[in-house]
């Protein structure tokens, strides 16, 4: 099965750049979904196939996707954006199935 | 606006069986592909299963194929995940959650999430 990982941690100061990967093999091929989600409250989707806001999403959070890595950048960091974060991708080629990354704890100093 | 709530967990023992229901609302429920989705005490999200817009086509996780049905009624705006032989790494919040549609695999609405707990 395809497997996704994430850093567990990443800790950033307030009004700088977080930067959380997600690995998976040619992970470049496929469309990335991203989810934040704080403590007691389900996940929200902040951005999809690989770089897509959905409406209400603010442009400080965006995507790229190449090769074996994607990445969600979150700029001009927020306390408000200390959450978990998680990555996701369908996966078509063997079984189709769901998966979702292990998961970034992201720590606004 | 699109609100999903889910009902139906609760406390069962190992073994045991469990029905989930997703109503629906503020959207075409009949349009859309929906899909389960858990999470254990303290521990990351795990895709469970995913119905096709008409149910005609379901997709299971490894860990509860052969034990867990999802299905749809799109009379009812509502998603169920009938649960059986349960056992105690099924314990978590499990959400619903409302596929965002055309070509994209990303869950664009989540339900608040139904606690689940298989102990004895």
């Known amino acids: 099965s395809y497997v996704l990982t994430q850093p567990p941690s990443v800790s950033v100061a307030p009004g700088q750049t977080a930067r959380i990967t997600c690995g998976g093999n040619?992970?470049?091929?496929?469309?990335v979904h991203w989810y934040q989600q704080k403590p007691g409250q389900a996940p929200v989707l902040v951005v999809y196939d690989d770089s897509d806001r959905p409406s209400g999403i603010p442009e400080r959070f965006s995507g790229s996707n190449s090769g074996n890595t994607a990445t969600l950048t979150v700029s001009r960091v927020e306390a408000g954006d200390e959450a978990d974060y998680y990555c996701q991708v369908w996966d078509s080629t063997s079984d189709d199935a769901g998966v979702f990354g292990t998961g970034t704890k992201v720590t606004v100093l | 606006e699109v609100q999903l709530l889910e009902s139906g967990g609760g406390l069962v023992q190992p073994g045991g069986s469990l029905r989930l229901s997703c109503a629906a609302s503020g959207f075409t429920f009949s349009t859309y592909a929906m899909s389960w989705v858990r999470q254990a005490p303290g521990k990351g999200l795990e895709w469970v299963s995913t119905v096709s817009l008409s149910d005609t086509t379901t997709y299971y996780a490894d860990s509860v194929k052969g034990r867990f049905t999802i299905s749809r009624d799109n009379s009812k705006n509502t998603l169920y995940l009938q649960m059986s032989s349960l056992r105690a790494e099924d314990t978590a919040v499990y959400y619903c959650?409302?596929?965002?549609?055309?070509?994209?695999?990303?869950?664009?609405?989540w339900g608040q999430g139904t606690l689940v707990t298989v102990s004895s």
């Open positions: 959650a409302k596929w965002i549609g055309g070509s994209s695999t990303s869950l664009d609405n």
């Open positions: 040619n992970i470049g091929r496929r469309s």
